[in-house]
């Protein structure tokens, strides 16, 4: 995907705000052993690009005074109630060295599941993206989460998530292997099955 952008040299709240005032937005990219470089960019192109799912989770072309760089989106501040982008920094990327992402959990099959065409339970998602470890050039755009073999009860964690060959699972020692996705009966349905079952001790009335 490709970024246009253009170098600015002044800086500052000022200057940003002028910047705004004009329709860019102000940003800087950095990393890779070189030196930060202040840029603008379009605001609206920005903005649209921003709603992207892509944007956030792959590897962008940067193009600057003609000149074009592999980066990620690193940072990106909103202003609190418009619909206003205030900044963005984009990280350079070295092919050779791994980078740390958030990936898009793309969640799949729930329909046909046993839990949910069977039982009647409901999914839930408890993590849309989780952390991974890669060479650029590995980085998915988004990783596929099958959840057709769910059962009624049954839970997935992040490491039942199968990953392409040379991209590794980010593990944390708070949360070493997360619950990803969960399936439950509706409350509704319990209340059913709990009124409809005999009580303790009771004798179901002969036909």
């Known amino acids: 995907m490709k970024v246009v952008a253009f170098e600015r040299s002044l800086q500052g709240t000022g200057a940003s705000r002028r910047l705004r005032n004009t329709g860019k937005t102000p940003g800087i ?7 930060p470089k202040l840029i603008e960019l379009d605001h609206n192109a920005l903005y649209h690009a921003l709603r992207k799912e892509a944007f956030h989770s792959s590897i ?4 600057v005074g003609g000149t074009t760089e592999q980066v990620l989106l690193r940072d990106v501040q ?7 982008v205030l900044h963005v920094d984009f990280l350079r990327v070295d092919p050779n060295h791994k980078i740390h992402m958030k990936i898009p959990l793309h969640f799949i099959n729930a329909d046909v599941s046993p839990a949910v065409k069977l039982g009647g339970g409901i999914v839930s998602h408890v993590m849309n993206e989780i952390e991974i470890s890669c060479l650029p050039g590995k980085l998915p755009e988004f990783l ?17 998530v199968p990953l392409p060959q040379g991209v590794d699972l980010v ?10 996705a969960t399936v439950s009966v509706p409350a509704g349905a319990v209340s059913e099955e709990a009124a409809a ?10 036909s």
């Open 29 to 35: 990219v950095y990393g890779a052993n070189a030196d």
């Open 60 to 63: 962008l072309d940067l193009e």
């Open 78 to 84: 909103y202003h609190p109630f418009k619909q206003l």
């Open 144 to 160: 596929e989460v099958d959840l057709s073999k769910l059962e009624l009860g049954q839970s997935l964690h992040a490491k039942d």
């Open 171 to 180: 593990q944390h020692v708070e949360q070493e292997n997360p619950v990803i």
């Open 197 to 206: 079952a005999p009580a303790a001790g009771e004798t179901p009335a002969a």
